[in-house]
């Protein structure tokens, strides 16, 4: 049944999207898609808005400088702005394609500023031109209403097969080569390297007459000196030393082998884009249409994991014995939203069946409400919150050095699979989650400069040195960490040994740690099951002494407790605590307060593993007196480039 409303769903969507939305074209095994949501964007900020913005101003001006001088608006290019338009790469052992494809509001008005200056073809139902680019080149094509900018790319392991190579008539002539050509066996003067290997060592007088040529040589030369290219076997067997570089004239027709090919495919690739649609396109894949959000300014589909890396390293898959590595994860899904809250990134990745069933186990503590006692968030310059089970990770340890590791490394899969078990077998997985079970919550106060002392040293005229005790500023952190444990007696022992060694000196409860080496004092207590380590003396006393008053409001605490992964860092908070030292005038003083004194909090976190899938979200709020994200980031970046 769920399969059916899964279906009717997709069918849906698929029937709701625009016969002109592009989407269309992008095959069903695309390696990855972004959708560009213009049509979104430009309802947050209207096109006029965005005119008179200093981004929107730069591209004017830039496109007059080109010649371009009809532009007077970001509309003007011919593009549709109230269409989404797609990023997407397909690949294949032999070539990569990138492609954009951009909706057509005004084909005259394309043509007069993509194609100006150009050689155009007439294809019948397109038009199209290449331009060089670094690299590879680069196809623009167009007609009533599709642009299409790709790129294609040759995959040049696939070339250094011999097979392939042998198919197109590339050499892959290399170094080597060049350095160990065959010899002519029938030469029998100066042009034979086979005399100069059979002759030179075993007769003196024939390395006197060799000697001979390399003085005239040199006394030829005059002052001009040679690298070891241009002095070679063939000068000193007398021949041409204008003679052209096979290495050189073999790399140069190879190039232009691949060069053609990959024109060739890649206007065949375009061809398909403009004259045919794909049997299944990317609008039948559920996965897919499950990523698309009409109020995200751009979302990024990857249908694999696994992909990623094989596309990106493939000499990963020399290692393993197949090509299933990471192949429990499936595909993963990344949006950009801007409302009136904020920026948010939102992520989410497929896991196989076991997989999630491990992270379910890892993920499974809550965080320890005991922490949030500690918490002032009115002082409070950031805090970071982690719930896993100690215990529950290492038991699942062994298999997940495995599973990655061993199908990976397939040489050493003996030796990883026996690695993993005698670990398993020395580690007493309950032991170690009774001393920290595997919830934490790091709380950063505040930043201080303090003068340290440190060894610096003086030298004489003879080299001589002295050291010297000298001291220097450092911005000093003020932080507190808190970790549940239940292991009184290791506790106890360790803080009795390292006092009576005198690494640790104790009153009243809290333990004081200090070292040269650091540029501030560690703290130690516990109470209620909890350990906490700081900065702060008098807040470890309090602590102890039942005196610390916590706040922390609703906002907070249920981003902590709700979320396996949780942060919050306050941009306004950071930037009060920056020693005004480092702001060196005034005026860099007020715009440093301008752009972060005026940031809302930035906070991320992840909920764990919901069915089969992991999701994560990071937001950058909005602060008070703008209408949405969008319409912040563009004035924050208006007052910067006014300050240069």
Known sequence: MNRFFQTITALFLVLSVSAQDLAHKIPNDAFAVVNIRTDHFFKLMSVDDFDRSNIGKIIIEKSRQADLQEVNSIADFGIALDRPGYFYATLSDSIVYLSFLLPIADVEKVEAHFAKGETVSSHGKFRSFTKAATGDSVIFAWDETMLSITTPSLVDGYFLQDDVAERYGIRNYSYADYYNQPVDEEATDWGSVEWWADSVYADTAAWDEVAAVADSVYAEADSVAYEYDDYNDATLLGENQDEENLYDTYYAADQEIKRKLANEWGEAFVESQFN??????????????????????????????????????????????????????????????????????????????????????????????????????????????????????????????????????????????????????????????KTAKGDALFVLNGLAEQEVPYISYEYDEDYNYTEVEATKVETIPDFLLMFSSDDVSLYNRIMTYTTRKGYVTEDDGVYRLSQE????????????????????????????????????????????????????LSARKLSKEVPTEQLVSLDRYIAFQKIFGSMGDFYFKSDGVKGNHISAEFVARTPQGYDNAIQYLFGLVDYALDQR
């Not at 249908?303 to 197949?322: K, N, V």
């Not at 906490?532 to 906002?555: M, N, P």
């Open 276 to 433: 045919s649609v794909p049997v299944a396109s990317v609008l039948t894949n559920r996965s897919y249409l499950s990523s698309v959000s009409k109020d995200a300014l751009a979302t990024l589909w990857i249908p694999s994991f696994e992909a990623i890396y094989t596309a990106l390293l493939p000499e990963l898959l020399d290692f393993g014995e197949s090509g299933d590595l990471f192949s429990y994860y499936g595909s993963l899904q990344v949006g950009l939203f801007a409302d009136k809250e904020g920026f948010k990134l939102r992520s989410q990745m497929e896991l196989e069946d076991s997989m999630a069933k491990t992270f379910k186990r890892i993920y499974g503590r809550k965080l320890n409400r005991k922490f949030l006692k500690y918490i002032n968030v009115d002082e409070a310059i950031g805090l970071f919150a982690l719930s896993m089970d100690t215990r529950a990770y290492l038991e699942e340890l062994p298999g997940l050095l495995k599973n990655t590791y061993a199908n990976l490394f397939e040489q050493y899969k003996d030796d990883i699979s026996l690695g993993a078990d005698l670990v398993s077998l020395l580690l007493d997985e309950a032991a170690i989650a």
């Open 517 to 568: 080496d650091l540029p501030f004092e560690l703290v130690f207590t516990r109470k209620n099951g909890v350990v906490f380590v700081g900065t702060s003396v008098e807040q470890l006393a309090s602590i102890v002494a039942g005196s610390y008053q916590g706040k922390v409001d609703r906002q907070t605490r249920r981003l902590l407790t709700k979320n396996k992964f949780a942060g919050l």
